[in-house]
Each structure stands twice: as C-alpha cells, then as structure tokens.
C-alpha cells in the first residue's frame, strides 16, 4: 500500500510540475530564444541585425493583426505567430531604437480606422468583417513604410522585406542612380532606317518611372570616372566604351560600388545598330567582356540563346529569340525575381563562368585571384541553345526553327555576381591621347588592384526586355488620359533590381529564407505513386476502348445496306467485352484511391499514436522507473545503515 501510494504522490507531483513548468516559461521566459530549426528560421541573419542597430533615431512598428477575427484559422494564426516573433527579434536586435506596438483592429473600431488610414490592406474575411494583416514603420523625420498585407504564400521573404522596411526609416534619403546608356530611354531623335529621315522616339517606360522614386544622374558614354556618390550605376547597353571609361567602371567596383550592367550580343532596340536587311552600318552590340573576364564570367560573344520550350508564338510561327520566361524559369529565393510571374527577352546572352586560357610555355603566367560567384537568377529551358547571331538575318521564324538544334542544359540569362575579385588593369590606368599631366594624375589616384570589399553587380545578358514593347502597352484612349496596360513583369524586375542593389550591403546579405512550413513529403510520395499507377489504369482503359472500336469499325465496314446499322452478335460480342473490362478497370481505379486513402489515414493514426500516446507514456514509464529506483536505493541505504 505504501508503494502504491508513493508511486501515484509521484506521478502526481510530475504533472504538477510539468504543468508549473510551463506556465512559467509562458509568462517569464517569453524572451528566451533557442532555435532548434536546421535552416535557424527564427534567428536573424548578420545583415538584418546590422539593419536593426543602424539607426540613429527611434523607430516606430506598429503590427496590426486581427487576431479574434483569425483565431480559428490555423494558417493565417500560424503565420502571424510567425511574423510577430519575427518583429519581436528585430525589436531585441535594435537595442532599444525599435518600438514595437501590436494592435487588433475589431470591426467597427478607432483601431480599424486608424489601420485603414496608415495603409493596411483590409482583406474580406467574413461576409461583414476585414482581416486586417500587415506592419507601418515611421521614424522621428515623418517618414512612413508599409507592407499592407503579410501574404503567406511571401514567406521566404519575410525577413528581407521587413528588412527592407527598417533600412528605408534609417535611410530616408532618396537613392543616387548614376545611368551610363546608348539607347534614348528617355525619348529623343533617330534616324529612321527605312526614310533615312530623322524621327522622334517615345520614352521608355522604365526611364519615367525610376525617376518617380530615385534621383537620377546622366553618366556621358565617354567618362573619365564615375561618381563615387552613387547607390547603384547603370550600364545599360554600354556599348564600344572606350579603355578610360572601362577603367573608371573597374575602379568603381573595386572601391565597392554596386552596379547593374546590361549587354546585348544583338540588340534590336539601338537606333543605330544598323541593319544589315538595308545596308544601314553600325554596330547593335554591347561588350564588357574586357571587365567581366578578368572577374571570372563571361557573355558568350556574338551568340544569343534559342529556346524552343519558352519561344514565344506569333501568328508567323515561334520565335525562338524571343523568349517569355514564367516561374519555373526565374530564381524564386532571390528577392528580385522571387515575386515575378513572367519576362518576356529578347535575343538575351549566355552568362557563364569564364577561365583565361592557358598562356604558352614562354609566356608570363595570367594573375589567378578571387572569382565571383554567379548565382542565376532567369534561365531558359534545358532544351536552349546558343545560336550565332547571323541567323537573326532570317526574316522567316520557321527557318529558324527548322536549324534549332536542341541543346541539353539550362543557359542563364541574368545573374546575381558577388565576391572579391582582381582589377581588370592590373598595370593601372590606361593611357589617353591628349590628356594633361594634372588630368592623369586626377584619374589615377587612388588606384586599387582588387576590389576592398566584395563586389555587388546584377548582370544582364539582355538590354531589349527594358524597351516598353516588351512588356507594356501605352495608350491614351481619352486625350490628356493615358492608360498604362502591363502583360509582363520586366519593368518590376529592373525597379526591384535597382531598389535592392541601392540597399546596403547588409540589405544584399539578406536573402530569401526556407519556409516555416514544411510539407509532409511522405505523403506527397504516396500521392504521387498512386496518381502515377491511377494514370498507367486508366491509359490502359482508353487503349482497349481505342481497340475496341477499332474492331467494331472494321465489322461495320464489311456490311451492306440496311444491316450497316444492326450489330452482329460478334459486334455485340466485342461491345459486352469491353463493358466487362471497362467495369473491372474502373473498380481497379477506385482500388487504388481507396487504398491511397487508407494508407494515408493508416499514417495519420500512427502519427497520433506517436505524438499524443507514446512520448507521455515513455515519459510516464521513465519518471515511473526513476521513482522506482530512487526508492529502492533508498531502502537499500537505510538496510546497509
């Protein structure tokens, strides 16, 4: 009896603890943190941490969530769970600069009102209520950022935009773009190859846009340096730089500036490419590949990639140069394309790592350093093919299509470029005809033979994709109205680039995360077998129906006159077969969904089993044995005693 009754006390006292334990760690240890998860998903990256402690003023977060309103749905409450943990470990990380307020806006309240006039996106939930879902940060100078809305399917990038956010309040100054073009993106004059008369060109569409949102500095095709204030430089189809100018862009990637560069192996968009279909010359290409070499990566020179999988079609045939790449085709952890659904190229480069190639015995060995590391960000299909430029002198699509050979890897047309890296003049400037001794000497201060920090460049194979043909449709159905009709995501793509390249460097160091979520891969296996073995059934079925038919055609065909509408008992024959195994084929079908279902219900039992029986009763039995034995070694003390 004693036993017993020592036994059940400490039982007892285990669940009384266990209990006591929880409720304390809940209300007193609610700011301890320990991340068990492999991908560390609740522990803020370096760059984000940066981020957090960079202000010089106080910041302000107010997350407005309708937590009464969701309490029940189990993904939307498991993701603002998720988010609220997040911006509490922003506000730990910030040291005191970062205010946090969390606000639950019922419905027809001051709070809904004033979530509905900070910006917050009022989702329709109910028949009569809004979710309310989404964080505003301000900052002592007035300044305001918002994500209206925490969708869960942007779980990846989480971190990075509410990074973001904190970056735009500490660094409220608007970005310097320095842009260094030989396209008329901001309209003009140009020869007409046709008239040989000069015409005016329209802007581009992403010209206007970037100077709603930046400040903008022309850069001269000739520039003897680059400004050395800028956020991000823009090479848009730079082409035939002269050495002075290719050494000014190498020095600034060397002193650490971040910079955008799109090439072109042909592009259609520069009015005085010429054309060889009119006898018109010029040259329509853009190389920096004197630069790029020397950091590691190359543009495949004078070759554009061909894709018979994302070729668009048009009423000529398909368009193997022009390419209409969707999700499966652009990098969906990097925060420039992760958001993006399609982008339509045009005759785009092969972005590729590049090795020099080997120097002859007597010559001096190349200087080996650091290489950057290319991270694609859009690809083409793994049946592209690169292709000679000259075949772009085919007017005819099909012509194209019929030499298309298939190739057998994916060719990666825009990447993000990182690392350290040589210049690409190791014995310094180059020299310039005319220049001045004082000029020189201006030009050549400060020289760097390799980069101080890691270079930061997002690379272009493509500089067509940005004209507004390719991805907007402008139109002014009432006069002093335009109407702007996007079919493409290319626009979004180069104001993302821009605003993310313009960030710090902590900012870049901040990329797509894994999701918290994680997918019962067992079951999906499970799925996928049995729609695989339902597929394989039901071919079969339609095979012996193909048959089947076939065999009635073939008896029908043979009769004559008014029997050719009579089945002959051999016709009725086949006909009751094939219903006979068309019976035993569908109920093998059902078989088969029954018994996945069954396998997946078996597993979810077991699962249960698992989680809600058998760890409390290996604990149970373990504090059991635990009691047991301290009991006995007590008695076994108090005899020796």
Known sequence: MNRTTTVIGAILLLVIAFIAINMIAGLGLRGARFDATAAKLYTLTSGSRAI??????????????????????????????????????????????????????????????????????????????????????????DGKEAIPFFNPADEKLLEYNVSKL???????????????????????????????????????????????TMNVTPI?????????????????????LSPATQYAVDQYIMKGGKAMIFVDPACSSDPNGGNPMTGQEGSNVSDLNPL?????????????????????????????????????????????????????????????AFSAPKAAADAAPAAEGPKLTIQPLAQSSDKAALTDVAALMIPDPKALAKSYAPGTEKLTMIARL?????????????????ETP????????????????????????DADFLNNMFWVRESEPIPGLPMVQKFADNGDLFLSSVDN????????????????????????????RANERYRTEEQMLEKELEVTQQKINELQAKKQGGDAFVLTPEQQKEVENFQKQALDTRKKLRGVKSNL????????TQLKFINVGLIPILVTLGAVGLGFYRVSRRRAASRAA
């Open 501 to 528: 390249m313009g960030g710090s460097n902590e900012l870049l160091s901040v990329r797509a995360r894994q999701e918290a979520a994680r997918p019962f891969t067992l079951v999906e296996d499970m799925q996928k």
């Open 418 to 434: 990182s690392g350290k890296v040589n210049s690409a003049f190791p014995a310094g400037r180059p020299a310039v005809e005319g």
């Open 166 to 212: 904190l970056y735009s309040l500490a660094n409220p100054k608007k970005q310097n773009v320095g842009l260094l073009s030989s396209l008329n993106v901001e309209g003009g004059f140009s020869m007409d190859p046709q008239t040989r008369q000069p015409k005016r060109t329209p802007p581009w569409r992403i010209a206007a846009d970037l100077k709603q």
């Open 597 to 604: 279902r069954q396998d997946i219900e078996r597993l979810g």
């Open 220 to 240: 001269a095709t000739d520039a003897k340096e680059i400004p050395a204030d800028l956020s991000v430089l823009v090479l848009l189809h730079p082409k035939e």
């Open 292 to 352: 790029l070499n020397a950091w590691g990566v190359e543009v495949v020179a004078s070759k554009f990639v061909a894709d018979i999988t994302t070729g668009i079609t048009v009423p000529q045939g398909q368009m193997l140069h022009i390419l209409g790449l969707k999700e499966e085709n652009l990098n969906r952890e990097d925060p420039v394309t992760a958001g993006l659904s399609r982008i339509n190229i045009g005759t785009a480069g092969a972005i590729r």
């Open 52 to 141: 957090a402690r960079q202000s010089d003023e106080p910041i302000k977060l107010t997350f407005y969530y309708s937590a009464k309103l969701a309490a029940n749905n189990g993904q939307i409450n498991g993701y603002a769970q998720r988010v609220r943990e997040l911006l509490e470990e922003f506000a730990r990380a910030g040291a005191g600069k970062i205010k946090l307020t969390v606000i639950d806006p019922q419905p027809f309240t001051e709070a809904e009102d004033q979530a509905q006039a900070a910006g917050v996106t009022a989702v329709p939930f109910t028949p009569s209520d809004n979710l309310y879902f989404g964080l505003i940060g301000t900052n002592s100078a």
């Open 438 to 461: 004082e000029d020189t000497a201006k030009f050549t201060a400060g020289f760097l033979a390799a980069s101080k920090e890691p270079a930061n460049i997002l690379l272009f194979a």
